[in-house]
């Protein structure tokens, strides 16, 4: 353990998440505009917006998962290598992972609508999840980084969408 | 009397999973496949590929197709002249199938007679109608190549609900039971499984037993939603088959003139020569449009009678709802007599059979497609699910006996054993063995032989009842091994023997692009791999030394006392 206190390091790892989190409302709110701009037939239901819909709503769930995970002690310890989160931290992953799961599900009413939409969500989480349970399995490590980047496409994505 | 309510489920669990395990396995084997019931038929039927790819092209560059109102006309026409006055029913069905619409009746002056002398009737005409011309499709000229007779995807959807080929009752009854005992399961699993939101993302790998139960409890919760969903859903579609004392009652309530309704309305009509003919189709389809609705289609009902009702069946444009609303007319005067009136309990009724058979093609047809891979592969996941649970209940047992049989328990295991092997792989292998036998066997069967769709299914029946046969002679892990081989083999070489007949595999459907019979092939190679993967996790394991199994039983008993509580019997 390095001379930092607990309070320093809670704090260094806000600040990552604030970066994080400040990057993905960015980049969420340049593709709106540029789509608002570029894509003339934005908010057809067409094949494409359930294509790119489908993998948002994945990927977001991935994010989600891998984040209500990390707050888990014996899945921190296999992602990050570090003995366990603090309890702020873990409060964090929890609510993240909430609101990303809630993000999952706006992604898919967007491209299939209420009702199909909410069948939908549930069999892509059933995919998200599998997906989480079989890296932490075989690559523990991997899955901080699969996270990221699910949560990074997923938010690009639903830019994208109508 | 277990000594708490977690262990009296757990011992619910083990015994209503365990013996009805087998069934549901075929049942939920046979779902996933049915799934996609469609593309197999299509795979299984290649000498229809080439007309359909015609088709394909002719249909992208068709004109637009005419107005609803139009073509609703000329179909009535049709109609009109196929003597309604001699049915009991006609049906149009707009969109039936991409470009073209339905039509058809039911004739009451044909079919076979009953004891009391009047007609059974029979379908009077069945016909498209191109939604671009208001003509019959000009593909009906063609020359229609004759297809291979079989029964294709639709075989599995039948073993699906009834275990049958041609469903025998006993069958669904065996399935309602299956899947009562399917939700038995369900709960009480959930209701053992203490860990279910700590263990969530659990699986741990290369520890036997535990992985085995992870494994298990994993690919269960992750499918939570749909296997209540489907389990639901199935028994609300054997309704009849479980609560048959309603429909019965009342048929032997009635009195005899009534009965024979049953069986044919003869006894009702009206002499037939002096009917009118209905009122005309077009306007009542502009009033229901008026208000904002897409028409679907339309029915005549009860046209032999004095009061002929017409249904036009609606959705509305902005909103996709799983059903259609239905208005009735009068079939006379056109007069309207109302909107069919929608219990709550039809409505669920309707949105649980239409999202376990995957009709939400209202949706649209990529919406469907989305829908039904859903399904499949949570369903090929569900199966899994219930194969690691045989499994597991022998992997705990092959260890240490538990003796619930008495004297008979070594015997009683080696069965279940055999069970174990045949209900999952060797059913697969009867399942591909299905797909060669449609490539093997020749066009025309030698005379004395049984219709070729009755040998496919047959030879299914057989290959299936051999698997058994093998697991039973065979140890059982070299069982698994050997059929897994098997199973693998015949999955990847697939596309192998398609070519070796037809000349064509998965490259060519995919040049011409035929994703449906690509798909078919390319899924089967998936699980081709998947059985390669686990016939050599199964070697290895046989494989491995004494000494790493005697570790590997140490390990089991090191494990804390709770967790095996848990998971006794």
Same mark, same amino acid.
């Given at each position: 353990?390095?001379?930092?206190?607990?309070?320093?390091?809670?704090?260094?790892?806000?600040?990552?998440?604030?970066? /994080?989190?400040?990057?993905?409302?960015?980049?969420?709110?340049?593709?709106?505009?540029?789509?608002?701009?570029?894509?003339?037939?934005?908010?057809?239901?067409?094949?494409?917006?359930?294509?790119?819909?489908?993998?948002?709503?994945?990927?977001?769930?991935?994010?989600?998962?891998?984040?209500?995970?990390?707050?888990?002690?014996?899945?921190?310890?296999?992602?990050?290598?570090?003995?366990?989160?603090?309890?702020?931290?873990?409060?964090?992953?929890?609510? /993240?992972?909430?609101?990303?799961?809630?993000?999952?599900?706006?992604?898919?009413?967007?491209?299939?609508?209420?009702?199909?939409?909410?069948?939908?969500?549930?069999?892509?989480?059933?995919?998200?999840?599998?997906?989480?349970?079989?890296?932490?399995?075989?690559?523990?490590?991997?899955?901080?980084?699969?996270?990221?980047?699910?949560?990074?496409?997923?938010?690009?994505?639903?830019? /994208?969408?109508? | 009397?277990?000594?708490?309510?977690?262990?009296?489920?757990?011992?619910?669990?083990?015994?209503?999973?365990?013996?009805?395990?087998?069934?549901?396995?075929?049942?939920?084997?046979?779902?996933?496949?049915?799934?996609?019931?469609?593309?197999?038929?299509?795979?299984?039927?290649?000498?229809?590929?080439?007309?359909?790819?015609?088709?394909?092209?002719?249909?992208?560059?068709?004109?637009?197709?005419?107005?609803?109102?139009?073509?609703?006309?000329?179909? =009535?026409?049709?109609?009109? #002249?196929?003597?309604?006055?001699?049915?009991?029913?006609?049906?149009?069905?707009?969109?039936?199938?991409?470009?073209?619409?339905?039509? *058809?009746?039911?004739?009451?002056?044909?079919?076979?007679?009953?004891?009391? !002398?009047?007609?059974?009737?029979?379908?009077?005409?069945?016909?498209?109608?191109?939604?671009?011309?208001?003509?019959?499709?000009?593909? =009906?000229?063609?020359?229609?190549?004759?297809?291979?007779?079989?029964?294709?995807?639709?075989?599995?959807?039948?073993? @699906?609900?009834?275990?049958?080929?041609?469903?025998?009752?006993?069958?669904? *009854?065996?399935?309602?039971?299956?899947?009562?005992?399917?939700?038995?399961?369900?709960?009480?699993?959930?209701?053992?499984?203490?860990?279910?939101?700590? =263990?969530?993302?659990?699986?741990?790998?290369?520890?036997?037993?535990?992985?085995?139960?992870?494994?298990?409890?994993?690919?269960?919760?992750?499918?939570?939603?749909?296997?209540?969903?489907?389990?639901?859903?199935?028994?609300?579609?054997?309704?009849?088959?479980?609560?048959?004392?309603?429909? *019965?009652?009342?048929?032997?309530?009635?009195?005899?003139?009534?009965?024979?309704?049953?069986?044919?309305?003869?006894?009702?009509?009206?002499?037939?020569?002096?009917?009118?003919?209905?009122?005309?189709?077009?306007?009542?389809?502009?009033?229901?449009?008026?208000?904002?609705?897409?028409?679907?289609?339309?029915?005549?009902?009860?046209?032999?009678?004095?009061?002929?009702?017409?249904?036009?069946?609606?959705?509305?444009?902005?909103?996709?709802?799983?059903?259609?609303?239905?208005?009735?007319?009068?079939? @006379?005067?056109?007069?309207?007599?109302? #909107? &069919?009136?929608?219990?709550?309990?039809?409505?669920?009724?309707?949105?649980?059979?239409?999202?376990?058979?995957?009709?939400?093609?209202?949706?649209?047809?990529?919406?469907?497609?989305? *829908?039904?891979?859903?399904?499949?592969?949570?369903?090929?996941?569900?199966?899994?699910?219930?194969?690691?649970?045989?499994?597991?209940?022998?992997?705990?047992?092959?260890?240490?006996?538990?003796?619930?049989?008495?004297?008979?328990?070594?015997?009683?295991?080696?069965?279940?054993?055999?069970?174990?092997?045949?209900?999952?792989?060797?059913?697969?292998?009867?399942?591909?063995?299905?797909?060669?036998?449609?490539?093997?066997?020749?066009?025309?069967?030698?005379?004395?032989?049984?219709?070729?769709?009755?040998? #496919?299914?047959? !030879?299914?029946?057989?290959?299936?009842?051999?698997?058994?046969?093998?697991?039973?002679?065979?140890?059982?892990?070299?069982?698994?091994?050997?059929?897994?081989?098997?199973?693998?083999?015949?999955?990847?070489?697939?596309?192998?023997?398609?070519?070796?007949?037809?000349?064509?595999?998965?490259?060519?459907?995919?040049?011409?692009?035929?994703?449906?019979?690509?798909?078919? &092939?390319?899924?089967?190679?998936?699980?081709?791999?998947?059985?390669?993967?686990?016939?050599?996790?199964?070697?290895?394991?046989?494989?491995?030394?004494?000494?790493?199994?005697?570790?590997?039983?140490?390990?089991?008993?090191?494990?804390?006392?709770?967790?095996?509580?848990?998971?006794?019997?």
């Amino acid at each position: 353990m390095s001379g930092r206190t607990l309070t320093d390091k809670a704090r260094h790892h806000w600040g990552i998440f604030a970066r /994080v989190l400040a990057a993905a409302l960015g980049g969420y709110a340049l593709t709106t505009l540029l789509s608002f701009l570029l894509l003339a037939d934005r908010g057809r239901c067409g094949m494409s917006a359930m294509i790119l819909a489908g993998i948002a709503s994945f990927a977001l769930g991935l994010a989600a998962f891998t984040s209500l995970a990390l707050a888990m002690d014996r899945h921190h310890e296999q992602m990050l290598g570090r003995r366990k989160a603090p309890p702020r931290q873990k409060l964090i992953f929890r609510i /993240v992972g909430w609101l990303l799961l809630a993000l999952s599900l706006r992604a898919s009413i967007l491209g299939w609508g209420w009702s199909l939409g909410s069948a939908i969500w549930l069999g892509l989480l059933t995919l998200s999840a599998i997906t989480l349970i079989l890296l932490l399995g075989w690559r523990p490590r991997a899955a901080r980084w699969t996270g990221i980047a699910a949560l990074a496409a997923g938010i690009i994505l639903s830019g /994208v969408l109508p | 009397m277990k000594q708490t309510f977690r262990q009296s489920m757990g011992w619910l669990h083990t015994w209503a999973g365990l013996w009805l395990g087998w069934v549901l396995v075929v049942i939920f084997m046979t779902g996933t496949l049915a799934v996609f019931a469609g593309p197999i038929t299509h795979w299984m039927q290649p000498e229809l590929m080439a007309h359909e790819r015609e088709e394909a092209a002719e249909l992208a560059a068709r004109p637009p197709a005419l107005s609803v109102g139009t073509r609703v006309a000329t179909m =009535d026409q049709a109609i009109r #002249e196929g003597r309604t006055w001699a049915t009991m029913w006609w049906t149009i069905e707009l969109d039936h199938v991409p470009g073209a619409d339905r039509y *058809y009746w039911w004739d009451s002056n044909r079919g076979d007679l009953y004891p009391n !002398g009047q007609r059974r009737g029979a379908l009077g005409a069945l016909e498209l109608l191109d939604q671009s011309t208001a003509r019959k499709p000009v593909e =009906d000229d063609h020359e229609h190549p004759d297809a291979r007779d079989t029964a294709g995807g639709n075989f599995f959807i039948t073993l @699906h609900y009834s275990l049958t080929h041609d469903g025998a009752n006993w069958g669904f *009854y065996t399935v309602f039971i299956a899947t009562i005992a399917f939700l038995v399961a369900l709960v009480s699993g959930v209701v053992v499984h203490k860990k279910i939101f700590a =263990d969530f993302f659990t699986f741990r790998r290369g520890k036997g037993q535990r992985s085995w139960l992870d494994a298990h409890n994993a690919m269960a919760v992750m499918t939570l939603p749909f296997l209540l969903m489907i389990g639901w859903s199935g028994l609300d579609l054997l309704e009849k088959f479980g609560l048959p004392t309603p429909a *019965y009652s009342i048929q032997q309530s009635q009195s005899e003139e009534q009965q024979s309704l049953f069986h044919t309305t003869g006894a009702a009509f009206v002499e037939s020569t002096t009917l009118e003919p209905h009122t005309a189709l077009a306007p009542l389809v502009m009033q229901v449009e008026s208000h904002g609705l897409r028409v679907v289609g339309l029915r005549g009902g009860e046209i032999n009678t004095a009061s002929p009702v017409i249904t036009v069946r609606a959705m509305p444009l902005d909103d996709t709802r799983f059903a259609a609303r239905e208005f009735k007319f009068d079939g @006379h005067s056109g007069a309207f007599l109302g #909107e &069919e009136p929608v219990t709550d309990a039809g409505v669920v009724r309707n949105v649980l059979h239409r999202l376990h058979e995957g009709q939400v093609s209202n949706f649209g047809i990529s919406a469907e497609l989305s *829908y039904r891979w859903l399904l499949f592969i949570s369903s090929a996941l569900g199966t899994a699910m219930m194969a690691a649970g045989v499994v597991l209940f022998m992997v705990k047992r092959r260890k240490r006996s538990l003796n619930e049989f008495g004297r008979a328990t070594p015997y009683v295991y080696r069965g279940i054993e055999a069970l174990n092997v045949a209900a999952v792989v060797g059913l697969a292998i009867a399942c591909i063995s299905y797909l060669w036998l449609n490539r093997l066997l020749p066009m025309e069967l030698p005379v004395g032989w049984d219709e070729r769709h009755h040998v #496919e299914q047959d !030879g299914f029946l057989t290959i299936w009842i051999a698997t058994l046969i093998h697991a039973l002679l065979r140890k059982p892990m070299r069982a698994w091994v050997e059929q897994l081989a098997t199973l693998s083999l015949l999955c990847l070489a697939l596309p192998l023997v398609n070519q070796a007949v037809t000349g064509e595999m998965f490259v060519q459907y995919l040049i011409a692009g035929d994703w449906e019979a690509a798909g078919v &092939e390319l899924t089967a190679m998936v699980f081709g791999l998947l059985a390669a993967f686990a016939a050599h996790k199964v070697r290895a394991r046989i494989n491995a030394a004494p000494v790493e199994r005697r570790r590997g039983k140490a390990q089991v008993s090191e494990q804390p006392q709770a967790t095996v509580a848990e998971v006794a019997a």
